[in-house]
Nanobody, 120 residues
Framework: QAHVVESGGGLVQAGGSLRLSCVAS????????VAWYRQAPGKERDMVAS???????TYADSVKGRFIISKDISKNTVFLQMNSLKPEDTAVYYC??????????????WGQGTQVAVSS
């Protein structure tokens, strides 16, 4: 069994920055793609950014040039650096990790989410 925990959310003014962290723990034989999603009230959960095992990154058009996803393999941690934040970035941000928990079991794990609020 593995666990994923997000942190780093908060309230920030438009134009500000936040850095979110996603830490995986537990039985981990390997971590494949990790992605950040966000869900605003009344809206669907959408992918924001992802990073593969070999470090390839993808971003939603709405955050390209403003957000940066990175990882620290030694700490099983993925970061989302969010710059030039806009009120429309306000949402609960979730981490999803594709984890090999033993030699035959690979599952996706979700964290509990961290709230990001951007004031205008």
């Amino acid at each position: 069994q593995a666990h994923v925990v997000e942190s780093g959310g908060g309230l920030v003014q438009a134009g500000g920055s936040l850095r979110l962290s996603c830490v995986a723990s537990g039985s981990i034989f390997g971590i494949f793609t990790v992605a950040w999603y966000r869900q605003a009230p009344g809206k669907e959960r959408d992918m924001v950014a992802s990073i593969t095992q070999d470090g390839q990154t993808t971003y939603a058009d709405s955050v390209k040039g403003r957000f940066i996803i990175s990882k620290d393999i030694s700490k099983n941690t993925v970061f989302l650096q969010m710059n030039s934040l806009k009120p429309e970035d306000t949402a609960v941000y979730y981490c999803n990790a594709d984890i090999l928990v033993n030699w035959s079991t690979r599952r996706h794990y979700w964290g509990q989410g961290t709230q990001v609020a951007v004031s205008s």
